[in-house]
């Protein structure tokens, strides 16, 4: 069983930065493909970022790319997503998924364990 949590959440100021965290306290998440999700109220979980098993591919929603940088530290089981440049329109509960897939998932379905969501909130 994977277990996830996340963590690193807050309140920020537009154009401060965030680093969030996710790792398990169970199984190792080292053959796991890894995700970021985030979701608004009101509006459906979309994708932010994800990661394959060993760090060396990822993939950015548009909306983030060159503002946002997922990485993993396998031996500390453990994935960052570090957010810079926040926006307001950056403000949701963020989520981490894992994946038995092993390359970059971008797909929502294909993820098959989620934390609990951590709150990102940017004021103006």
């Known amino acids: 069983q994977v277990q996830l949590v996340e963590s690193g959440g807050g309140l920020v100021q537009a154009g401060g930065s965030l680093r969030l965290s996710c790792s398990s306290s169970?199984?190792?998440?080292?053959?796991?493909?890894m995700g970021w999700f985030r979701q608004a109220p009101g509006n459906e979980r979309e994708f932010v970022a994800t990661i394959n098993w060993i760090g060396s591919s990822t993939y950015s929603a548009d909306s983030v790319k060159g503002r946002f940088t997922i990485s993993r530290d396998n031996a500390k089981n453990t994935v960052y997503l570090q957010m810079n440049s926040l926006k307001p329109e950056d403000t949701a509960v963020y989520y981490c998924a894992a994946s038995t897939q092993g390359g970059v998932v971008a797909i929502r379905r294909n993820y098959d364990y989620w934390g609990q969501g951590t709150q990102v909130t940017v004021s103006s």
């Open positions: 169970g199984r190792s998440l080292s053959t796991y493909a």
